[in-house]
């Protein structure tokens, strides 16, 4: 059996060439998940890179990503396969045309194959002779029925269709489940996982991560955004500035030409992080008695004008 990594020292540096800054124990789960070809489960705030794990891995690995975006209303069409019945019909309506006294049976036969089959990403991904990474984002928003399928299927990696029989993996993709905790998961796909609790990064690898993902940004400018992000994230609100919206404020801070954030800056732009009125308002109120923020830096944090 041949694996995608070496060691955990060796994804966390594979997850860096392409931009991903992942802790050690991220990098280890994502290890044993190939080793132990088992899929990974990862929770934690919207926003925070659950998703860009698994595209990562698949652009690091050379291995083909496939997504199943969940929603609540997704059923076994969409996520496993379906027959394409317009054909069926074509096909139906061509053979009696030509073949009057053609049965039912060899007709049959002849709709319910590979050729009429429209494969979702679950049987796709399985159906694969090339490596695949499969991404299941958002599970939580599926309902109980479509968690116990996906279940199945990550258990033996094979599919039941009626009409064609049992298809089995050609090989075993590394799979992704992502949740943002909207409702509580089964027991039984939880025991399936292995599991991983990616949180809002501390202060220093969300620098590390702005230096990395914003070009022309500065040291400074990125250790400033990382601070006032963190000391928002400690308000009480109803939604968290995520790590996306933290790079979306800093490359909108580098295209105003920002070198310093003052509080008129902080404010002008606040809707960039945070998208409730009330967790506005809160946040305004913080910014005019945070003193990081009404210091004379020599900067005016102003748009620089040319």
């Known amino acids: 059996m041949s694996y995608r990594f070496d060691n955990v020292p060796d994804v966390r540096n594979s997850l860096q060439e392409v931009s991903y800054l992942a802790d050690e124990g991220t990098a280890g789960v994502v290890y044993l998940g190939d080793r132990l070809q088992k899929p990974i489960l990862v929770e934690g ?34 996520a496993l396969y379906e027959w394409n019945y317009k054909k069926q019909l074509l096909r139906i309506q061509a053979e009696r045309n030509m073949n009057g006294d ?21 049987l796709e991904a399985i159906q694969s002779e090339d490596p695949v990474v499969l991404l299941i984002d958002e599970v939580d928003r599926v309902e109980i029925e479509t968690e116990a399928l996906l279940l199945e299927i990550l258990s033996d990696y094979q599919v039941s269709i009626p009409e064609l029989g049992t298809v089995t993996a050609n090989q075993i993709p590394l799979v992704f489940l992502t949740s943002n905790n909207t409702r509580e998961l089964s027991e039984a796909l939880k025991r399936r996982c292995l599991f991983l609790h990616i949180d809002y990064p501390d202060l220093e690898r969300e620098r590390e991560i702005i230096l990395t993902k914003v070009p022309d940004i500065n040291e400074a400018l990125s250790d400033q955004i990382a601070r006032v992000v963190r000391s928002i994230r ?3 609100l109803k939604k968290a500035p995520s790590v996306s919206e933290t790079l979306d404020w800093a490359r909108t801070l580098v295209h105003l030409g920002v070198e310093h954030i003052d509080a008129k800056t902080a404010t002008d732009t606040v809707n960039i ?8 308002e809160k946040t305004v109120k913080e910014f005019s008695t945070d003193e990081t923020l009404n210091t004379d830096s020599g900067s005016n944090g102003s748009p620089q004008r040319g």
């Open 45 to 78: 705030p919207a926003g925070t890179g659950k998703t860009q794990l698994a595209k990562s891995v698949a652009e690091m690995s050379g291995a083909r990503l496939i997504r199943l975006q969940c929603y609540e209303g997704l059923d076994e069409s969409k």
């Open 234 to 236: 400690q308000l009480d």
């Open 102 to 122: 053609g049965s039912w049976e060899e007709i049959e036969d002849d709709i319910f194959s590979h050729e009429f089959l429209l494969t979702r990403p679950l």
């Open 273 to 280: 992080l945070l998208k409730y009125r009330s967790d506005i």
